[in-house]
């Protein structure tokens, strides 16, 4: 039976040279490459940085490092030396995409920029990923996930209320910055198909954590008022938050009518229907300390699992609150595929994230281990038509490793 997927993912024959390290750039490269794209990974002499961090198994591999850069090749050229920079060059040639996210100018004091590899493929897409992006005053400045969250305001209002900046753990600014980057550059793809021409992006963290203050922005704007910490408070929603209960946390939205009422009946508070503070989403909104009260109050009299039960019952979103194993052992996130078994040449089995979207035709996969360093370099260099005397020489000068 023809199911009408393919073992290739949709991005089949895309070529991306990943000029990257720690974890914006390659994030977005992992997209790409999950979604079926060749990537080659270009390697310092020294590797990623992010090969030396976080847990290693007894192999010395760091498992960030091989969650993070999955379905790519390794290549290592030493971009300081002329043969490197002219690796790297045919490379881009022969690319659809070129992203990088080195100290800002790096690629243009090497030569390497959008300019100087454009005339070697004209239309080329060139994506860069920096702290501040590659205008206004901060352009030069370096930057790192937790100074973004910083500047872009993020960590202003993360955290219990009246308390210290709490950063969010998740590298949001990073992760962000990857996935508006893969976004862009599959844009530009479509329009060089129209147009026949490449052209560069420019994305930063900061744009990226601020790109995501949506309900936070919208607030701010006509009020001029900044937003501050609330816990697991929304900013505009209630009841929209975590709630005690007798044995650990419950979540749950309420806050439209239906399920406001529904909430109400479930729990046993019909008494807060009647109640004109809280007669409508505004008022609720603007009373919801008293209100979260009163509710966790209630909450506190029954185990978490009792009560989302009888929510779920009455069809009211709610969920508990895991911690990372209860995540994983779940039947729904199992189902879902998100974590993914792989047989890695030093590490044996393990396993790594899968990625979100699923795909029906050209199914999203991890369909190789991220690469020991250089692992791919001879045969990355033959694909250049480069003879094995030619890979020798470039060998011994430490142009390529």
Known sequence: MNTGQTNEGALAGMRVIEVCQNLS??????????????????????????????????GGESYAFMTLNRNKRSIVLD???????????????????LVENVRPGAMERMGLGYKDLKKVKP?????????????????????????????????????????????????LCDLNAGMYSALAILSAMFHRQRAGKGQSI?????????????????????????????????????????FRCADGYIIFGASSPLNWTRMCK????????????????????????ELAREIEETLMKAPRDEWLERLNAVNVPCGPIHNM??????????????????????????KVLGLPPKMSGTPVAVRSPAPLLGQHTDEILRELDKSDEEIRRLRESGAAI
């Not at 079926?36 to 847990?55: F, L, Q, T, W, Y």
């Not at 209860?326 to 044996?348: L, S």
């Open 25 to 58: 750039g390659p994030y977005c490269c992992t997209a790409l490459a999950d979604m079926g794209a060749d990537v080659i990974k270009v390697e310092p002499p020294g590797g990623d940085h992010s090969r030396s961090i976080g847990r290693h198994f007894a």
């Open 325 to 350: 194993t209860e995540t994983f052992n779940h039947p729904q996130i199992q189902a879902r595929g998100m974590a993914v078994e792989i047989d890695h040449p030093k590490a044996g089995r393990m």
């Open 123 to 171: 239309d080329l897409i060139y994506a860069t990923i920096s702290g501040f992006g590659r205008t206004g005053p901060y352009a030069d400045r370096g930057g790192y996930d937790l100074i973004s969250q910083g500047f872009s305001s993020l960590m202003s209002f993360t955290g219990e209320p009246g308390r210290d900046p709490v950063k969010i753990p998740v590298p």
């Open 266 to 289: 479930e729990i046993g508070r019909e008494d807060l229907l009647e109640r004109e503070e809280y007669a409508n989403p505004e008022l609720r909104g603007i009373n919801e300390i």
């Open 202 to 242: 420019d994305t930063s963290l900061t744009d990226a954590g601020l790109g995501y203050t949506i309900w936070q922005a919208s607030q701010f704007f006509p009020s001029g008022q900044p937003p501050v910490a609330k816990g697991t408070a929304h900013e505009i929603s209630a009841p929209y938050q975590a």
């Open 79 to 97: 971009l300081k030396s002329e043969a490197g920079k002219g690796i790297l060059k045919e490379l881009a040639a022969g690319a659809d995409a």
